[in-house]
């Protein structure tokens, strides 16, 4: 019941309907914001854990028990008029959005906070025990790369954090020192959530933006459980629990969720590089990718990798081509890779799906999405047939969900998708 409780303060709104859709998005659907902000400081009206004063519990237990079952000041939304697409519902949740005034928190009070780490993790509501044998069997590694923001970055580790998970952030090397101390002191909190052991000044183009991926799945290697790896931005907030997640992963069973494409328009970024060594087909696709333990295991460690590396830098965008290559050219034989066999399958948008014409070598793709596209997206996760027939969901769109519903799950974006064979 406990667990079930937990799960259920993801969900972004009150009527029951279900929340998640995909795995992250990059930004939350507006009408999360709040119901999900459990970040003011101590002084804020939006402090949320309330402790009894006529209880001869410890201060500490009641914190306990106020991280596991926390307390939400959540805003009254029509949730039914909402995922229906009611266009007066969705003028209503705009203007309380414009209404609703979030507490700012400085760097410095997690700084702060984070000196008595016991009373940090449990007062931010961490989870602080598996909630499940199935998660607590399928540990998870994340990457999370950050250069402002504190307080969102804390949001999006809590709603993600889980005792047996990993999580590497890495913070830019432009981020002024009172960022840099605040994610260190939380980081200190836990044991298995660390900041990289140097930092990139990354700039949006070049190898620098691959550079701390790169850096986090070396030094997450080390950790021996973990089954997948999902890399994060630090502006990004999940739509699925992490329970979701692991039946997601285990789903794959070994696959990996790294879109490609090839197209020749694609070819200018490549041609100052030279020819791509072990007659490999550059591909272009996200930066954001699911990738099996075993993927991570050939990219480190393979030297037909670390050759393919060496030709990526010098490219342009290399953060677009490096993990999508290996995933997409069959002959290397990477674990988890595609295979090719069935050529021609994609994936739509979540809106602007028009614009994806069939034959597109498309494995995956992502959108931003906003308080509108509720309806498509709880479309996107529900079992009921009904549900495809929301008038918000092309026909097209329909028909690929129904293949994909299983599978349907990413948050920003990302991951579902069963385009083809895979080893």
Known sequence: MAAEAVRALHRPCTGGVPGALLMFLPTPVAVTADAVDLMAPETSARMTFRLSAHTDKSTEEQLKESSIIPQRDVTKVNCSGLTAGSKVTLQEVKQLMRNVKRPSIPDSYFTTAAKDCKVFRLKRGYILKPMTSEEENFPIAFSILMFKDVSQVERLLRAIYRPQNYYCIHVDKKASTNISSAIHSISNCFNNVFVTSRSVDVKWGTFTVLEPELICLQELWKYRKWKYFINVAGQEFPLKTNYDMVRILKAYN????????????????????????????????????VASRGFVDYLLHNQTSRDLLEWVKKTSIPDETYFNTLNHNPHLGVPGSYKGLRPGIHEARVSGEENVKEGDDLQREMGVTGDADAGTLLALGKDNEEILDHPRIPRRQRRRTRQLRLHSASTDHRRARRGGAYR
Do not use: F, Q
């Not at 328009?265 to 990718?289: D, M, T």
């Open 254 to 289: 070994g696959a990996n969720d790294i879109m490609g494409t090839s197209k020749r328009y694609l070819e200018g970024r490549w041609k100052n590089a030279g020819k791509p060594p072990h007659n490999i087909r550059p591909v272009k696709g996200s930066v954001h990718v």
